[in-house]
């Protein structure tokens, strides 16, 4: 494997390197965050494995960028900050496994070989389309024909669901199922009830409607023909 070590403790650098080279690995280095962001966004990489401190740019601000540059090799922080605040931290920036120091060498080299049997992370849904209407997944907005669209928890996720399913009828009991976790008919008209706020709010005000009811099946949520 192809592996990058940003480290800037000159000691530890050697010693992981080294390591990772004596079992067979070819390894990158680097000793402040400026190199090592340039080789992790410039370079191929199995593995890499990122200190938290660094002189230039810190460990977590390198995954974030290498993240958002789309880049979805796997990265081990090798660090003193070892709180479980830390640990949070590290993996909601992007890292995919979390070694306090001090470690023992074959833990290291366990969790690297385990991040690089991982199958490479698929990419992430960040937003849905449906002719004018979008949804951000991420900011947790809708709008239709550019105007912002408030809706309620409850309705976004059940706008949600219909609009992964666009184009398919969803049943009653799909919905009650995927949106409320009813796993049983609650005798409510709590699917009807939602759906026509949704309707006031997505079609009424426009000229054309998305959502239809599919009688004696469901509903479904189309593009205009």
């Given at each position: ?85 830390d640990r949070v931290e590290g993996l909601e920036a992007g890292g995919d496994d979390y070694l306090a120091k001090p470690f023992a060498f074959s833990e ?118």
């Amino acid at each position: 494997m192809k592996i990058l070590v940003i480290e800037d403790d000159a000691a530890t650098l050697e010693y992981v390197a080294a390591g990772l080279a004596e079992h067979g690995h070819v390894v990158d280095r680097a000793a402040d965050g400026s190199e090592g962001l340039s080789l992790a966004v410039g370079e191929a990489y199995d593995v890499m494995v990122v200190d938290r401190r660094l002189p230039g740019v810190d460990g977590l601000s390198i995954v974030k960028a290498v993240r958002g540059a789309g880049v979805k090799t796997p990265v081990l922080f090798l660090t003193t900050m070892g709180s479980v605040n830390d640990r949070v931290e590290g993996l909601e920036a992007g890292g995919d496994d979390y070694l306090a120091k001090p470690f023992a060498f074959s833990e290291l080299l366990a969790r690297v070989h385990a991040l690089a049997r991982r199958p490479p992370l698929a990419a992430e849904q960040t937003a849905l389309r449906v002719a004018d209407l979008e949804m951000d997944l991420v900011r947790r907005t809708v709008s239709r024909g550019g105007r912002a669209i408030d809706l309620q928890p409850r309705e976004f996720v059940l706008l949600e669901y219909l609009m992964r399913n666009a184009g398919r009828v969803v049943t009653r009991t799909m919905l009650l199922e995927r949106v409320w976790d009813f796993h049983f008919d609650p005798k409510t008209s709590v699917v009807e009830t939602h759906i026509s706020r949704l309707r006031t709010k997505i079609d009424k005000p426009f000229e054309k409607d998305l959502i239809h009811t599919v009688r004696g099946a469901g509903y479904s949520l189309d593009a205009p023909a």
